[in-house]
């Protein structure tokens, strides 16, 4: 790798742990450039993931504020999250990349409706059980554990808006502040990027410069990214998380 290269790499993590903080989809900035500097493709994506972990510490540690009091969702969240990140990371090696090739795009763009439409279709879930006088699960219920662990092993195989697909399924499913979303969302992103990490050490071949230069970038990023999201309103979040999908939906369609 010249010092070119190198520089590009650790640019891209610092761009991707930025990213991964306040949205997701970082992958969609490290792992082209991978590619670009002529790591196979799995190599680039191990490789990928184990470098973003820092950064995804990084970013849940930025955002330790708004985890106050979320102790009982992390745990169940969590649980879950290391369940779909180490089935996802077993698919990687398993299946073919065309497996998933098909459905991404359209995953994420029902995300992004998702995204968009949350707070009407929050009202409107609010409205309906004031009327029939029941209420919602404070932790989103199961439907939300199966959209987790459904994301958490798209996560675990290759990751790319992953963030964005969280954000839509607590957002809809949970009564609570954007923001604090987006910090259980971080949390989340340690446990699948850690778990599939450790499962690919056992198992893949890395490209260890790689992994250091997204390392260092992705953890400089991760502290820039929650200083930057945190100062976001609702609505100009929205609109970030929507670009970025958009832009993982085209790279998805087009690579």
């Known amino acids: 790798m010249s010092i070119w290269e190198a520089l590009a790499v650790f640019v891209a993590g610092i761009g991707a742990g930025t990213i991964n903080?306040?949205?997701?989809?970082?992958?969609?900035?490290?792992?082209?450039?991978?590619l670009a500097i002529g790591l196979p493709p799995i190599t680039a994506n191990v490789s990928n993931t184990l470098g973003l972990v820092p950064g995804s510490i990084s970013g849940a540690i930025g955002y330790r504020r708004e985890l106050s009091g979320q102790r009982r969702r992390?745990?169940?969240?969590?649980?879950?999250?290391?369940?779909?990140?180490?089935?996802?990371?077993?698919?990687?090696?398993?299946?073919?990349?065309?497996?998933?090739?098909?459905?991404?795009?359209a995953l994420i763009a029902v995300a992004l409706v998702l995204v968009v439409a949350q707070p009407k279709l929050s009202a409107a879930l609010r409205a309906r059980r004031a009327r029939t006088g029941t209420t919602g699960h404070r932790d989103g219920g199961i439907a939300l554990l199966l959209g987790l662990l459904c994301a958490s092993a798209y996560g675990g195989y290759f990751g790319?808006?992953?963030?964005?697909?969280?954000?839509?399924?607590?957002?809809?499913?949970?009564?609570?502040?954007?923001?604090?979303?987006?910090?259980?969302?971080?949390?989340?992103?340690?446990?699948?990027?850690?778990?599939?990490?450790?499962?690919?050490?056992?198992v893949a071949h890395f490209n260890w410069t790689a992994v250091v230069l997204i390392a260092v970038g992705s953890a400089l990023g991760g502290q820039i990214g929650a200083k930057v999201g945190?100062?976001?309103?609702?609505?100009?979040?929205?609109?970030v998380i929507v670009v970025v999908g958009l832009a993982a939906i085209a790279q998805l369609l087009l690579k």
């Open 160 to 202: 790319a808006a992953q963030g964005v697909l969280y954000l839509s399924l607590m957002g809809l499913l949970l009564n609570e502040d954007l923001q604090r979303i987006n910090a259980l969302k971080n949390v989340l992103a340690v446990v699948v990027n850690g778990v599939a990490a450790v499962f690919f050490l056992f």
């Open 21 to 34: 903080t306040i949205v997701g989809s970082g992958t969609l900035i490290t792992f082209p450039v991978l």
């Open 230 to 239: 945190r100062r976001l309103p609702p609505t100009a979040l929205r609109a």
């Open 74 to 105: 992390i745990l169940r969240f969590g649980t879950t999250a290391f369940i779909g990140g180490l089935t996802g990371a077993v698919l990687l090696l398993a299946l073919p990349s065309e497996a998933f090739d098909a459905i991404v795009p």
